[in-house]
């Protein structure tokens, strides 16, 4: 008996014009990280550790949506990718308090 192989979801990829507008609206509303707090510096290149990025709340490995507003926030690059698809409570990191 021959059995097919699993599914895989396919990659999601940000390069589309609705994700464009969620970011820009997200990066023009949103000025500190919501992860440490730091001021985000918008004249940086875009792969500087300090550099402002969209990190999605609730991962899209966890069942997160990048399409729905009150998901996304503004953070650094670095604190975006160090967090990976863990909740911020696991890393201990500070949120901060809107």
Do not use: F
Request: include cysteine.
């Amino acid at each position: 008996m021959k059995t097919t192989p699993p599914r895989r979801t396919p990659r999601r990829y940000h390069n589309g014009r609705p994700w464009q507008r969620l970011r820009q609206g997200v990066l023009a509303e949103e000025s500190n990280c919501w992860l440490c707090g730091g001021k985000l510096d918008h004249t940086l290149p875009p792969r500087h550790p300090l550099s402002p990025s969209v990190d999605m709340v609730i991962p899209y490995s966890r069942g997160g949506s990048d399409q729905d507003r009150g998901n996304l926030r503004a953070a650094h690059y670095r604190c975006n990718s160090s967090r990976g698809n863990r909740s911020p409570r696991r890393r201990r990191i500070r949120l901060q308090r809107w």
